[in-house]
């Protein structure tokens, strides 16, 4: 008695089904976008920031925006002996000449532009320090492509009605705060081998430190109000990514303390610890 062989299926002749040959029988299949293609946020981004810097160009030149158009027009007059922008005495101890307004004095002076036309291409710098900011800082803190996206909503939002307030020292050194913290964290933050077993989180250089302590030093000059927070949000990320010895963590970041008081002390204009202009040598 034979037993029956079982059924051997015979080979086929139609080759395996490849991706492209799936996605074309209608299965959906994911394809990775190419790399010359900017991102959402960079596209989103230059959208808002083409748009803002256009809107700009049609601030009235009345309070705020007037002022530092004023403060503009001082500058290109007289760099080294300003006068009072909205009196002819001479300016002692103002705080309206902080780093930012002697750059849009530079920059009058060069092109021979008017303060308001400085306001705004001073507008357009604002704005793409600010959008870049947002994209470092958001790339510092989660690898989701669309936090920054979410991001810009609320600041159109803030400040679609009054497009005077991005050439405002205020914008800038909220800009220059978003460059810091996104340093900070990059300045603290490493990546282990998987082997290691270290914790994340490292000591920054020396060079780091006195970067970061000069810049918190020029938000200050700018907007001192700005610079707390940019302070407590320096603290902040120190407190949750280093993960090193404290030693040589509290000699950089005393260094970096320094840094901040040094720049904010030597400005010529005034003191920003003080609020008092430095005594000129006789």
Known sequence: MSLPSSATPAPSDAPPSSPSRAGADGVDQYVAAPRWLPSPYVLLAGLLWAVLSAAAWQVPMCCEAGLNAAVAERLRADLLHPTFPMTDLPAVASAHYSPYAVLQGLGARASGLSGQTVLALSAAVNLALLLTGIGRLARVLTPNRWVPVLALIPLALIHWADPGRWSAPSTFAVALTLHLWAWTG?????????????????????????????????????????????????????????????????RRWALAALCAAAVAAVWPYYNGLTAERAPSSA
């Open 186 to 250: 990059r300045a603290v933050t490493r990546v282990p081998r998987p082997v290691s077993g270290r914790l994340p989180g490292r000591c920054p250089r020396w060079a780091e430190a006195a970067g970061i302590g000069a810049l918190l030093g020029l938000v200050l000059l700018v907007h001192p109000p700005t610079a707390l927070g940019a302070a407590l949000g320096v603290v902040a990320l120190i407190a949750v990514v280093q993960r090193t010895r404290i030693r040589p963590t509290v």
